[in-house]
């Protein structure tokens, strides 16, 4: 299977998986009382929202924040962001197997949008050319793809899959350093106050870890950052996390097969102009 193909299949099957598990992946609970995700809404940010944690507080509080941060910027099941517009900026690398050379690459992200609602512009490279993508969502309720070029606008296929990806890079480290979260204060991100969390893997429960690892995140040995939460509605504003990670061949049929390579991964995530964004075609 050509990697493009392969890595498809690999994002779709992942980012399944563990969207919804970063809401539950905060709150460890006895294996009695199975863990839920809980449904978020498009106006606010879960039913029961968590109460900001602070530096001393329940450590509970302070993982189940992180945890649901990404969901609530990006959406889940089908519901928008919690953010009515915003900016956000990605900047990555993540390891991975290339399955035309057998060696770990570095896969980059460098993604710029701006989102409002179910419509987005989206900055993105492919192949080593910038694309201007448009998702915009029709009065009559169908959603169309566009490409702009040469200040032409034409409909286009898979814009949306650059949107749609990206999450595949982090979200395995962002999941396990969560479960480690720890307040440190607030702080300001662009004119919105922020609660700010530590977030470390070596700091939280290795059985929780482990039940995490056993849907995504095998390999990750480290994954360490500091994480911004919105304190109005609970999105993700800011994210730099660091981590190392064996590679494994996801492919591979001979079970128990050992890690193709090793590789670190980083991520940068910024988010801006919350609710001043506008979005249409030029």
């Keep these: 299977m050509p990697a493009k193909a392969t890595r498809l299949v690999a994002i779709v099957l992942l980012v399944a998986l563990a969207l919804p598990l970063l809401t539950a992946c905060g709150s460890p609970k006895s294996p009695a009382e199975p863990t839920k995700a809980a449904p978020v809404s498009a106006g606010e940010p879960t039913d029961e929202p968590a109460a900001p944690a602070k530096p001393g507080g329940s450590a509970v509080d302070a993982q189940q924040r992180v945890s649901e941060a990404l969901n609530l910027l990006l959406g889940s099941s089908g519901e928008p962001s919690v953010l009515p517009s915003f900016h956000i900026e990605i900047n990555g690398s993540n390891p991975m197997l290339d399955h035309e050379s057998n060696e770990v690459i570095d896969g980059i992200t460098d993604l710029k949008a701006d989102v409002q609602g179910e419509n987005m512009r ?161």
């Design 122 to 282: 989206l900055l993105y490279d492919d192949d080593g050319e910038t694309v201007e993508g448009y998702v915009i969502k029709e009065d009559s309720g169908e959603t169309k793809e566009y490409e702009v070029k040469d200040g032409e606008r034409q409909e286009a296929f898979a814009v949306s899959m650059a949107w749609v990806t990206w999450p595949l890079g982090v979200i395995a480290p962002y999941s396990l350093a969560a479960i480690g979260a720890e307040a440190a204060g607030s702080e300001a991100i662009d004119g919105r106050q922020a609660e700010v969390y530590t977030i470390d893997m070596t700091k939280a429960d290795a059985t929780v870890v482990a039940g995490v690892q056993a849907f995504i995140g095998e390999g990750i040995s480290a994954a360490v950052g500091k994480v911004w939460v919105d304190q109005e509605t609970g999105a993700l504003l800011k994210m730099d996390i660091d981590w190392e990670e064996d590679v494994y061949d996801v492919m591979s049929g001979e079970k128990d097969a050992p890690p193709v390579g090793h590789g670190s991964g980083h991520f940068e995530i910024e988010v801006s102009q919350v609710g001043q964004v506008s979005v249409s075609l030029p």
